[in-house]
């Protein structure tokens, strides 16, 4: 089994942020030459998750809406002592912080309008992403 591992690295402009990396991700399967597999990607960040969903800019506020209508950015945390982030930790969990994508033929086996993003929810600062693809 083949065993290929990278970190995308790029800043985030805002405190709450979707960046597309489907490319990303596509050309790190690309150079692993695996055929046949999985590949996980990993936020690597405890404020932040990545996730599989239309790229749709719609879908993307009714995420942020519901996020903060479940859990106020703006509500009183225990954590919250000398940093303002506690309802960032919360939202990482409910997205659901890492993904594993199938790889077929080399490539990633997505839906027609799968992609894949990383969701900043404490930005505006250097983020790094783990990419390890996993097979033959």
């Known amino acids: ?13 805002e405190k709450i942020q979707f960046v597309r990396i489907t490319e990303d991700v596509e050309k790190v399967v690309e150079k ?10 990993n936020p690597m960040h405890i404020t932040a998750a990545v996730i599989v969903n239309d790229n749709e800019g719609g879908i993307i506020q009714d995420y942020i809406a ?22 960032a ?26 992609q894949v993003f990383y969701c900043e929810f404490d930005g505006g600062r250097r983020k790094r992403v783990l990419v390890k693809v996993l097979g033959e």
């Not at 089994?1 to 402009?13: A, C, G, P, Q, R």
């Not at 692993?32 to 990607?41: A, H, N």
């Not at 479940?70 to 919250?80: F, G, Q, S």
């Open 89 to 114: 930790h919360i939202w990482r969990q409910l997205m659901a912080h890492q993904v594993v994508l199938p790889i077929t033929n080399g490539k990633l086996d997505f839906g027609p309008w799968e």
């Open 1 to 13: 089994m083949k065993s290929h591992t990278e970190y995308l690295s790029f800043n985030t402009d």
């Open 32 to 41: 692993s030459g695996v055929k046949e597999g999985f590949v996980l990607v």
């Open 66 to 87: 519901t996020l903060q209508r479940l859990v106020p950015y703006d509500a009183e945390y225990k954590h919250n002592v000398g940093e303002d982030n506690a309802a």
